[in-house]
């Protein structure tokens, strides 16, 4: 879920910067994930299927969106089914700014996540080197050891 937030988020404001409606966006990023990935599915992409369909079928937007969040259950879906929530209850004004501002911050979140899955690896990568150094030296020494006559 949270891997795929950041690109779902930056889909969403950019299909709605470009002029659609939250609606046709969430359609599209539905609908363009199952023509590219026919037998992968992601859990995220599969409760905005869940989320079309409900619409679809008479439940209303809102109510559909607050309902998205609150089944994926981490605060950054949460966040976003509100701020949909809200674009269709209040109004779309500054709905550009509060898009793109969450979809930044969860760009953020995730150079955050990969820098620090970074850092565990090259600690994980320590005592291989430290081994190696050891075999390494062994084997240098060993010889040097053996020439030396008392």
């Known amino acids: 879920l949270s891997q795929d937030f950041p690109e779902i988020a930056f889909k969403l404001s950019l299909l709605y910067d470009a002029g659609l409606s939250i609606y046709r966006s969430w359609e599209r990023i539905?609908?363009?994930?199952?023509?590219v990935n026919p037998h992968d599915r992601h859990y995220a992409y599969?409760?905005?299927?869940?989320?079309?369909?409900?619409i679809k079928s008479g439940t209303s937007e809102a109510d559909a969106?607050?309902?998205?969040?609150r089944r994926c259950g981490t605060y950054q879906y949460i966040?976003?089914?509100?701020?949909l929530q809200?674009?269709?209850?209040?109004?779309?004004?500054?709905?550009?700014?509060?898009?793109?501002?969450?979809?930044?911050e969860a760009f953020e979140e995730r150079k955050k996540a990969a820098r620090k899955k970074g850092e565990e690896a090259s600690t994980k990568m320590l005592l291989p080197?430290?081994?190696?150094?050891?075999?390494?030296?062994?084997?240098v020494a060993v010889p040097a050891l053996m020439s030396i006559q008392f």
């Open 46 to 54: 599969q409760e905005m299927r869940l989320t079309l369909e409900q």
């Open 79 to 83: 966040k976003l089914g509100n701020i």
């Open 129 to 139: 080197l430290v081994m190696m150094l050891v075999v390494v030296i062994i084997i």
């Open 86 to 104: 809200q674009n269709l209850t209040k109004g779309a004004k500054g709905m550009k700014s509060l898009l793109r501002q969450e979809a930044d």
């Open 65 to 69: 969106y607050a309902l998205f969040g």
């Open 30 to 35: 539905v609908t363009e994930y199952e023509a």
